[in-house]
């Protein structure tokens, strides 16, 4: 019997405390970010396999070179996946580095703006992998920063999708197919 994307994660809202006007009150928060509770190894290999294995079932599946993850919350899905799939992977980083072929994007509601993609990315079919999408925005930028770089973004996976944001609609506008593990 295969397990039900609730029954490898789940997922809530939380409402942050002590931030400015232009960081988002919420955080999403799941069972692989160790915060509310311990988190086991096979728990984050399952939800690797599931979102893998969803990702491979998807109509606008296409097949990546490598997969791209995000600076904090991106980094454990982007490795369970790299697990699942046998994929290499990079992650970017809100660390500004003097390295060649920088790639620079923003997130719009964290307190530091700037992300850092390093290494060339022309040419290179690339999956972006994160532990949340709510307003898009972030993804996004992303994504307009690596199609400018001339990579082909083959699509993002997601652990959890906050539907109260509107990310989903956004990344439909920029033709970047979405699979996520679970919603809100």
Not at 34 to 42: L, N, Q
Not at 168 to 180: S, Y
């Amino acid at each position: 019997m295969t397990a039900t994307a609730r029954e490898v994660l789940t997922a809530g809202r939380v409402t942050r405390l002590g931030v400015g006007d232009t960081t988002r009150p919420i955080r999403i928060v799941h069972e692989l970010d160790g915060v509310r509770s311990d988190t086991a190894p096979e728990q984050v290999m399952a939800a690797g396999n599931h979102l893998w294995r969803r990702w491979r079932q998807h109509p606008a599946y296409r097949p990546h070179d490598v997969l791209l993850g995000l600076d904090a919350g991106g980094i454990i899905p982007t490795l369970a996946v790299a697990w699942a799939s046998g994929s290499h992977y990079r992650i970017a980083w809100k660390v500004n580095l003097d390295l060649p072929e920088k790639l620079v994007f923003h997130e719009p509601h964290a307190r530091r703006l700037e992300v850092f993609a390093y290494g060339r990315f022309k040419g290179q079919r690339v999956l972006i992998v994160d532990d949340e999408i709510t307003t898009g925005l972030t993804l996004t930028n992303l994504v307009t920063a690596l199609r400018d770089a001339g990579a082909d973004v083959t699509g993002v996976l997601c652990l959890v999708e906050d539907t109260t944001g509107g990310g989903r609609k956004l990344f439909e506008q920029h033709e970047v197919p979405l699979c996520v593990l679970t919603a809100l």
